[in-house]
């Protein structure tokens, strides 16, 4: 009788521990789920709009002569004229293309979109002078225009603005690279393991 009594606890013994076996294989399970909702979750946070924002300010003279009878007669006109602009540089990263393999544990950035950048000047003219045969038209105002976004343009390549907005757009991306590393998954871009803020630097080019 205490040898089948043996038995039978030996039995549930045994049940009990295949039951607990089964709930570690269940909870592995559940964490390799977790982690690619987790990394998935990362990167819906980050997909956002990074904006990066510059201010300009400036003041240029305006001059244009017409000329008549073969330059015995001239018409000048000139304007003082004051330029605030603000600048903004942008990377949709909601744009920003990924693939997901589960089973190797790798997530890689397919593609991440250009900057975009957006110039909005303020120009005002002071000192205006003109005259009836040379007065302002819409073709000087369309060509100051477009002659101060350029010039914006080229001060901008020389500035820290574009600088700091990569900078930031590699912040957001560091953001799935530190989640990646903390669940032991791997980061690549076109092929290249990222493993720190300064491969995402060097390989990332923008």
Partial sequence: MLKRLFVFIGLIVTVLLL?????????DDATTIDGAGLIQQQIVNVGKLVVTEGHYSEVITYKNQEKYLMGMFSFDKKALIVVNAD???????????????????????????????????????????????????????????KSVK??????????????????????????ILITTSNLGWTLKYEGKVIESDKDLSQQIKL
């Avoid at 039951?19 to 909870?27: D, Y």
């Avoid at 001060?155 to 757009?169: C, D, F, G, P, V």
């Fill in 150 to 175: 350029a010039n914006l343009a080229k001060k901008m390549e020389t500035s820290t603005l574009k600088s700091n907005a990569q900078n930031r757009l590699i912040s957001e991306l560091s953001k």
């Fill in 87 to 145: 600048v903004t540089v942008a990377y949709d990263l909601h744009k920003m293309k990924y693939d997901i393999d589960e089973k190797n544990k790798t997530i890689s950035i397919v593609y991440i979109p250009k900057e975009e950048i957006k110039i909005s000047p303020d120009i005002k003219f002071y000192d205006v002078e003109q005259s009836k045969l040379n007065p302002f038209t819409g073709d000087d105002y369309n060509k100051i225009n």
């Fill in 19 to 27: 039951f607990k076996f089964c709930e570690f294989k269940k909870a």
